[in-house]
T-cell receptor
């Protein structure tokens, strides 16, 4: 089975801290995604990557950056955490082929910024 | 642009049948996914429809009408464990091609 692993299940950080959320997948998928999920707003795409060192902005990239130095790892970085970044963060991956393959999700990181 | 609508909340009785609707307007539509998400957990894949019609998978079925921009998820013989959010997601064209609705929170009551 495909496994997408997020390094932390729960995180508590202070305003202004730099925060790293790590995601690793073990199925050689080309595409990796970072979403945040908030009540009433659903899943919103922050950034995605379709290859090593490649990244594309999603719908809400402001306040975030990403890094993909290796194919299996996709990191989300909050340069200076703010309280409005308190959310559930979900990492996902999928292969490029077949084109209709489902997304495989990690178990999520609940981030609280105080 | 992308627009996906589904009801926010639904309640149904254990043992009953419930239908969760999803309407969409997207560019370059390729197919539609349904995911289940229990509280505090990651979404898990339920179904994928690319052709018009009904796809049945045990107690769960999913229907698609491409001409009407409409899909539904049908859950039969409801069980308490079916209480969860159900996410509709449309696949469009391009590298970032999956767009999610806000989800329908289903509560199953005894």
């Amino acid at each position: 089975d495909v496994k997408v692993t997020q390094s932390s299940r729960y995180l508590v950080k202070r305003t202004g801290e730099k925060v790293f959320l790590e995601c690793v997948q073990d199925m050689d998928h080309e595409n990796m995604f970072w979403y945040r999920q908030d009540p009433g707003l659903g899943l919103r795409l922050i950034y995605f990557s379709y290859d090593v060192k490649m990244k594309e902005k999603g719908d809400i990239p402001e306040g975030y950056s990403v890094s993909r130095e290796k194919k299996e790892r996709f990191s989300l970085i909050l340069e200076s955490a703010s309280t409005n970044q308190t959310s559930m963060y979900l990492c996902a991956s999928r292969p490029t082929e077949p084109t209709n393959e489902k997304l495989f999700f990690g178990s999520g990181t609940q981030l609280s910024v105080l | 642009g992308q627009n996906i609508d589904q009801p926010t909340e639904m309640t149904a009785t254990e043992g009953a049948i419930v239908q969760i609707n999803c309407t969409y307007q997207t560019s370059g539509f390729n197919g539609l996914f349904w995911y289940q998400q229990h509280a505090g957990e990651a979404p898990t894949f339920l179904s994928y429809n690319v052709l018009d019609g009904l796809e049945e998978k045990g107690r769960f079925s999913s229907f698609l009408s491409r001409s009407k921009g409409y899909s539904y998820l049908l859950l039969k013989e409801l069980q308490m464990k079916d209480s969860a959010s159900y996410l509709c997601a449309c696949e469009g064209s391009g590298a970032n091609n999956l767009f999610f609705g806000t989800g329908t929170r289903l509560t199953v009551i005894p």
